[in-house]
C-alpha cells in the first residue's frame, strides 16, 4: 500500500513539473515600450547638449566681510565748560575742520589775559635789568665797581629771560584752550546721535563724548579668505596689479558696489586657518554703511581663450574625470578629461576636447557608453517665430539645450521619418497580444487563453 502512495505521489510531482513548463513555454512575450519609452531595447534617450566653446574664466575667491570705517572718532571737549552751541544735525555729513559744537569760552579768555600781563610785566622787569648790566659793564671796565656786582645784574638778566620763556608758554597754553572752545570735526564723515545737549556741563573725562563721527567715503571693507589662497592674492599684488572687489548683499543677488583690495593682515588665525583682508570702496551712493555684513568677490585673476564647458557636463567615475561626447551617429562616448579652473557655472579643459565638440549636460544618469541618444527638437506643431519686421536675425539660440521630459508617452517622428516605420512596432505588438484588450482591462494573449 505504502509503496502504491509513494508512485502516486511521484506521479503527481512530475505532472505538476511538465504542467509548469508547458505553461511557461506558451506565455505570451512580455511588452515592449513605446518608441522612445522607458522600456524600448535600444531606444535613443533624450538629452540635453552643449558645444564646448573658447572664453575667459575668471578666478574669484568668496569671503565673508565686515563693512568698517576707516575712521571712526568719538568727538570729545579738551577743555571743561558749558556747552552753549550746537551746529550738527544728527545724521549730518560734515568736512573736517566744520565747527561741531562751543563751548564758553569766557574763562579761558581772562586767562589768556592773565598770561599776558604776565608776560608784560617779565618783559619789563628784563629791559631793566639788560640797561643795569650795560651800566655795570662800563663801570667794571673803568674800574669804578667790583666784578662780583657785574656778575649778580648778569645772572638777574638771565632769570627774566627764563621767566619770560615761562610766560610765554602759559599764553601760548591759554590761546590754544580758548581754541579748544570751538570742537571741530576732525575728519569729513557722517555724525551720529548727539549724546549731550547745548546747556550741559562737559568735561574732558566723559566717556560717551559729544557726537560719534564714522568716514564713510571711502569706506573698507574687512574680509577672510583660506590661507591656502593667500599666494595667489600676495603674487598678483606683488606684481603690481589692482585686485577687483566685489560687496554682494546678504543673498548674494544684489552688487552693492566695486572697490580694490588694498592689504592684507601680517599674519594668519590660528582658530580658523583664513587670513584678513582690507579693501576700499568709494562708497559714492552710501550703499555699505558701517558694520553692515556682505559677502566678498575677490577677482585674482582671469583664464584667457579657454576650452570652456559647464559644469553640468563634467562626471566623475571609475575612468576618472570624464563627459559624455556626442559623436555624428548620435551616439555617446566617454571622454576622458582635464579640468582646470570653474566659476561655478563653466569649467575650463586642458586636454581632452576640442572646440565645437558636444558634450551631455542633462540626462547623463541614463547613458552608457555608445547609448544612442536624442538630440532637443522643437516640439511638434509649436508656432514659428515671424522673422521681424526690420530684416534683422532671429536671436541665437542658448549653448545648452534643455532635455525634452520622458513622460513615457509616443513622440513625434523626426523630420525624414517614414510614419509607417513608427506604426509597425505597434501594429507587431498588437499581433503578439502585448496591446490591451478594450474595456476588459487584461492582455489579449491572457483573454484568449481564457477562452
Known amino acids: 500500500m505504502k509503496r502504491l502512495r509513494t508512485l502516486v505521489g511521484i506521479g503527481l510531482g512530475l505532472a505538476v513539473v511538465a504542467g509548469a513548463g508547458w505553461y511557461i513555454a506558451h506565455l505570451p512575450s512580455a511588452p515592449a515600450a513605446r518608441p522612445g519609452g522607458r522600456f524600448a531595447a535600444n531606444a535613443a534617450v533624450p538629452v540635453g547638449i552643449a558645444t564646448a566653446v573658447k572664453g575667459d574664466i575668471p578666478i574669484v575667491l568668496k569671503g565673508l566681510g565686515t563693512v568698517t ?80 656786582q657785574y656778575d649778580t645784574q648778569a645772572a638777574v638778566v638771565s632769570q627774566y629771560e627764563a621767566a619770560i620763556t615761562t610766560d610765554q608758554g602759559l599764553v601760548d597754553g591759554a590761546k590754544l584752550n580758548l581754541t579748544y572752545t570751538r570742537i571741530t570735526a576732525p575728519v569729513t564723515g557722517r555724525v551720529g546721535l548727539r549724546q549731550v545737549d547745548r546747556g550741559n556741563y562737559v568735561q574732558v573725562n566723559d566717556v560717551n563724548g559729544l557726537v560719534i563721527l564714522t568716514q564713510i567715503q571711502p569706506i573698507s571693507v574687512l574680509f577672510t579668505i583660506p590661507e591656502d589662497s593667500l599666494p595667489a592674492v600676495r603674487k598678483r599684488m606683488a606684481s603690481g596689479a589692482t585686485l577687483e572687489v566685489k560687496a554682494m548683499d546678504r543673498s548674494q543677488k544684489v552688487e552693492l558696489g566695486v572697490g580694490k583690495l588694498v592689504t592684507t593682515d601680517n599674519q594668519i588665525d590660528l582658530m580658523t586657518g583664513t587670513v584678513k583682508l582690507r579693501a576700499v570702496f568709494d562708497n559714492t551712493d552710501q550703499s555699505l554703511f558701517p558694520n553692515q555684513f556682505v559677502n566678498v568677490r575677490l577677482l585674482v ?86 522673422a521681424p519686421a526690420d530684416g534683422s536675425t532671429a536671436a541665437a539660440l542658448p549653448n545648452a539645450a534643455a532635455a525634452p521630459v520622458d513622460s513615457g508617452a509616443p513622440t513625434a517622428a523626426p523630420a525624414g521619418t517614414d510614419p509607417a516605420s513608427q506604426a509597425g512596432p505597434r501594429t507587431h505588438r498588437r499581433q503578439g497580444g502585448a496591446s490591451g484588450t478594450p474595456g476588459t482591462g487584461q492582455p489579449a494573449g491572457r483573454a484568449r487563453q481564457t477562452q
Open 301 to 386: 585673476d582671469t583664464v584667457k581663450d579657454a576650452i570652456v564647458v559647464p559644469v553640468a557636463a563634467i562626471q566623475t567615475g571609475q575612468p576618472g574625470t570624464f563627459v559624455y561626447l556626442v559623436k555624428a551617429d548620435d551616439t555617446v562616448a566617454i571622454r576622458v578629461i582635464k579640468t582646470s579652473v570653474t566659476d561655478g557655472i563653466n569649467t575650463a579643459v586642458i586636454d581632452g576636447l576640442q572646440v565645437g565638440d558636444q558634450v551631455v549636460v542633462d540626462g547623463v544618469d541614463r547613458l552608457r557608453d555608445g547609448a544612442k541618444v536624442r538630440r532637443p527638437a522643437a516640439p511638434t506643431g509649436a508656432p514659428v517665430a515671424a
Open 69 to 148: 570705517p576707516l575712521a571712526m572718532v568719538t568727538v570729545k571737549t579738551q577743555v571743561g565748560g558749558q556747552l552753549i552751541r550746537v551746529n550738527f544735525e544728527e545724521g549730518q555729513m560734515v568736512k573736517e575742520g566744520d565747527l561741531l559744537a562751543e563751548v564758553d569760552p569766557r574763562p579761558y579768555e581772562v586767562a589768556l589775559q592773565q598770561a599776558l600781563g604776565t608776560l608784560q610785566k617779565d618783559q619789563a622787569l628784563l629791559k631793566n635789568a639788560q640797561i643795569d648790566l650795560q651800566r655795570y659793564k662800563t663801570l667794571v671796565a673803568q674800574q669804578s665797581i667790583a666784578t662780583q
